[in-house]
């Protein structure tokens, strides 16, 4: 099925650094979601982002939904061992009228010690 | 955010059998709810949307004969995985809509299915 872009696949980081990545899509979206999922656990929501141009944080966490609505970016500001997980964008597309999501193929965190 | 609750949190069936899996609302009406499975290193991938009182709507590629959705309360929805096969052992998750405009999905714990 479609999927968004999302980069990077995966980050190798050391504890205390800040951690960006991204989602693209080639389509409008009214609605952009940030969600971390943790081994053996469902998705937990992070952020979500419903206008375009906003920006939203949560603790360490800063999310932007694009200007343009084709693009959203997730930040994390002095990681921490436990922001260690798979994060997921989804979005859903402005045409779409039954509220489900687009899925990003994840980025995968590892902080190393 | 909106809280949902599954169950079984795992479970382990022989080869033939059908297995029931409950996703519950606890803290709001949903009467739509959808169900996902989730192969390992993937994203997730959405099998039905599940509405109260109605059928509910596959994916394409999805059996619905084989996944038996029920969402007979506005609590409450069901997965019936019939006559499993190993390849049907997946990490099953559900998901209800809530949040201020209605567009944001809150997902359960996930059921972990593994078919002998």
């Known amino acids: 099925g479609q999927q968004l872009n999302q980069s990077p696949q995966s980050m190798f980081i050391q504890e205390g650094e800040d951690v960006s990545m991204n989602c693209t899509s080639s389509s409008i979206f009214n609605t952009w979601l940030w969600y971390k999922q943790d081994p053996g656990e469902g998705p937990v929501l992070l952020i979500a982002l419903y206008k375009a141009g906003e920006l939203t944080s949560n603790g360490r966490l800063t999310a932007q939904f694009g200007i343009t609505r084709k693009d959203s970016f997730l930040n994390i500001s002095a990681s921490i061992p436990s922001d260690v997980g798979i994060y997921f964008c989804a979005g859903r597309p402005s045409l779409d009228s039954n509220y489900q999501l687009i899925w990003g193929a994840g980025t995968k965190l590892i902080i190393k010690p | 955010g909106a809280v949902v609750s599954q169950h079984p949190s795992w479970v382990i069936c022989k080869s033939g059998t059908s297995v029931k899996i409950e996703c519950r609302s606890l803290d709001f009406q949903a009467t739509t709810m959808f169900w996902y499975r989730q192969f390992p290193k993937q994203s997730l991938m959405l099998m039905a949307t599940?509405?109260?009182?109605?059928?509910?709507?596959?994916e394409q590629g999805v059996e619905k004969d084989k996944f038996l959705i029920n969402h007979a309360s506005l609590t409450l929805s069901t997965l019936t995985v019939t006559s499993a096969h190993p390849e049907d052992s997946s990490f099953y998750i559900c998901s209800n809509l809530g949040g201020e405009f209605q567009e944001t999905q809150y997902f359960g714990p996930g059921t972990r299915l593994l078919v002998l």
């Open positions: 599940s509405n109260e009182g109605s059928k509910a709507t596959y």
